[in-house]
């Protein structure tokens, strides 16, 4: 992880600048500590307009530094009977007694969903998707989508993540692979943005490969489906020869070299954005992507952008970063942090050599090949070399990497989803993110360089509640590595041998040993 504390730096939200402000927001937390300033569930009015209330109040602080007014209800009344004295008292106490209560029956559904957040005043959880409409005023057309995709109740993630964002909070989240993260941050930009009002862009999306973009804007253009919104995948064609001062775009998707690229180049301009969401942050947080971040980030000039950051792992420091630099920011982690999906069966094979890896890829397809199955390899030369040795076998194989053209990359992903191709050999370039839903196996044939990169491999299959498969290949260099993906595994219910365990933890960065080049092995028909 590169030092990123420069990270944000660009957005004007700085304490001392402000420190008035906070410290009247203490002021209002105070109060709110009373209970008279949360939401109640089933109250179609409260959220809508205290998320409303909220951006407004924070235009104030921002913009214009002037008086926030009316944080206490009760500051502006002048209670002068005595009767009026215990009329008050009454309204207190029965409104302390009903926020007790919703605080309870939040904690109920957190408990129930894996839930857990931290945070000041975290908005209450969604129960259903019909709550958008009562709470929050959503729009028919939004249900309407969910149902025809299928979508018949919110995810733990997106039960917790789409109020928050709601509400205008800023916040980091940890969620397993395939729980709908997407839907979870495109989900309540589409409500906020009531589209066609402005001819900006109004919210970004930054994920780490092509692929991924492409994925998020085919889910955005599904949910707006009947609706005039615009969402723009940042292609290369786009960077480099858009006119972005007339182009509409509600949302943009991009990676974040193909962003600054449009930035430096083409002048883009950032500063009407109203949401940014890092997808895959911790991702973007690494060294190759950093300061592309850094950079992009301080495009956004509008110091009231609300950020959000998603993963399904998601390491300390980059939850500190997070922390320190985010206004108010709310943590939400759903089940454990850093494990993988609990419907993945997880597997470890001991193969020997590279010799043996052949032989044991060979013998899983002769005993069992159920299509499609996803293997990823350590670099671009082994993609190449596996696939050399596959296509000399009787079976549909296709392989992808960063150094093959964007049209050849598309074609390998849209194939494999269509089930023209059975076998996908992959580098990590589609280890994150990438949605293939039926797709029952993944085999490391190379050990994963971390942990992180174990759980985000193995999550491209399990998603959405489904149940699958991952087979991970060792050798003998991989095996001081080995405890560190056992202990991924047990947490998320896999047995792993007892000698594995008492093993000590390696400390490890990134685990990319020099391997033997993929040679054949004996085969059959010989
Ligand atoms: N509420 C829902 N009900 C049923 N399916 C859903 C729901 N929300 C999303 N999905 C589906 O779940 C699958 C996984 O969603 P998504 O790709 O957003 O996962 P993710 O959490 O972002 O995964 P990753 O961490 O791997 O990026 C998709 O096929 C999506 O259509």
């Known amino acids: 992880m590169e030092d990123a504390s420069f990270l944000f730096a660009g957005i004007k939200f700085d304490r001392k600048k402000f420190a008035k402000d906070f410290e009247r927001f203490k002021e209002k937390k105070e109060n709110k500590d009373l209970g008279l300033e949360v939401s109640i569930v089933g109250n179609a009015k409260s959220e809508q307009e205290e998320g409303d209330k909220c951006s407004k109040k924070r235009k104030r602080k921002g913009v214009t530094g002037g008086s926030v007014e009316g944080f206490s209800v009760f500051k502006s009344s002048n209670p002068t009977s005595e009767i009026e004295q215990n009329d008050v008292a009454e309204d207190k106490s029965s409104e302390k007694k009903e926020v007790f209560r919703q605080l309870e029956w939040d904690n109920i559904l957190r408990k129930k ?12 959880p969604l129960q259903s998707f019909d709550e958008l409409k009562t709470r929050y005023k959503c729009k028919s057309y939004l249900l309407r989508n969910f149902a025809e995709l299928g979508y018949v109740e919110p995810t733990p993630i997106q039960r917790q993540a789409i109020p928050v964002l709601l509400s205008g909070r800023e916040f980091f989240a940890c969620a397993p692979t395939g729980s709908g993260k997407t839907l979870a941050f495109v989900c309540p930009i589409l409500m906020k943005l009531k589209h066609g009002l402005k001819n900006a862009i109004r919210a970004v999306v930054l994920c780490p490969t092509r692929e991924l973009a492409a994925q998020i804007t085919r889910e955005c253009k599904k949910l707006t489906e009947g609706k005039n919104f615009y969402i723009k995948l940042m292609t ?10 007339k182009l509409r775009c509600d949302i943009l998707v991009s990676t974040p070299l193909r962003l600054e690229f449009a930035i430096r180049k083409r002048k883009l301009d950032l500063s009407r954005v109203e949401f940014l969401v890092l997808d895959e942050s911790d991702k973007l947080f690494e060294l190759g992507f ?4 850094d950079f992009v980030v301080k495009a956004y000039s509008n110091p009231l952008v609300v950020r959000s950051l998603f993963s399904a792992t998601l390491p300390d420091t980059v939850e500190d970063l997070a922390r320190t630099l985010m206004h108010d920011a709310v943590r939400i982690i759903v089940g454990r942090k850093n494990t993988a999906s609990q419907t993945i069966k997880q597997k470890l094979v001991f193969a020997g050599s590279e010799e043996g890896k052949l032989i044991a890829l060979r013998q899983i397809f002769a005993e069992s090949l159920d299509p499609p199955v996803l293997i990823f390899v350590q670099s671009i030369e082994r993609a190449k070399e596996l696939y050399k040795e596959l296509a000399l076998i009787d079976i549909r194989v296709d392989v992808i990497h960063s150094h093959l053209p964007e049209a050849q990359r598309e074609n390998a992903i849209n194939d494999f989803r269509a089930g023209k191709t059975w076998v996908l050999i992959a580098t990590d370039v589609a280890a994150r993110g990438l949605d293939f839903k039926g797709l029952n196996c993944v085999i490391n044939y190379d050990f994963p360089e971390s942990a992180s990169t174990y759980i985000h491999r193995i999550g491209r299959s399990g998603r959405a509640g489904r149940e699958g498969e991952a087979i991970t290949f060792y050798t003998e260099e991989d095996i001081p590595y080995l405890r560190n993906i056992a202990n991924v595994m047990t947490e998320s219910g896999c047995e792993v041998p007892s000698w ?6 390696a400390k490890w960065k990134k685990h ?8 054949a092995g004996p085969r059959d028909d010989e």
């Open 500 to 505: 594995i365990m008492s093993m000590p933890k």
């Open 512 to 519: 990319n040993p020099k391997r033997d080049s993929i040679t």
């Open 113 to 124: 969903y894996g839930i857990h957040v931290s945070g000041s005043h975290v908005p209450s």
């Open 236 to 245: 290369k064609e786009l960077a480099r020869s858009a006119d972005f001062s």
């Open 290 to 293: 950093v300061e592309q971040i």
